[in-house]
């Protein structure tokens, strides 16, 4: 049973947002950085952003710079992916992963020990 949850995928059209969430449900985020993937049909798993445990440290991969956000509140021990500008190409399964350390070391999902079961987001007219 997987013990980080997301929610908030759904079919939007382009240049529309929307905001997964990632909840745990059986420990506490607070104390690991918490990556989001994706895949697409077809497509390997690619990384699309991380956060550190604090917040304070965050990166993107290039083709969501600038359209997606992500932030994390520890007090409810959800982090957030907010999405704006959507495209086609966003489509994808959205997940969320713990890293095993405090700080972003990449998107190997080696370096991941916990996943979600995945939320669906799909763009399109």
């Known amino acids: 049973q997987s013990q980080l949850v997301e929610s908030g995928g759904g079919l939007v059209q382009p240049g529309g947002s929307l905001r997964l969430s990632c909840a745990a449900s059986r420990f506490t985020l607070n104390y690991y950085a918490i990556g989001w993937f994706r895949q697409a049909p077809g497509k390997e798993r690619e990384g699309v952003s991380c956060i550190s445990s604090s917040g304070g440290s965050t990166n993107y991969a290039d083709s969501v710079k600038g359209r997606f956000t992500i932030s994390r509140d520890n007090a409810k021990n959800t982090v957030y992916l907010q999405m704006n500008s959507l495209k086609p190409e966003d489509t994808a399964v959205y997940y969320c992963?713990?890293?095993?350390?405090?700080?972003?070391?990449?998107?190997?999902?080696?370096?991941?020990?916990?996943w979600g079961q995945g939320t669906q987001v799909t763009v399109s007219s």
């Open positions: 992963a713990a890293d095993r350390n405090y700080y972003c070391s990449g998107y190997s999902p080696v370096l991941f020990g916990s």
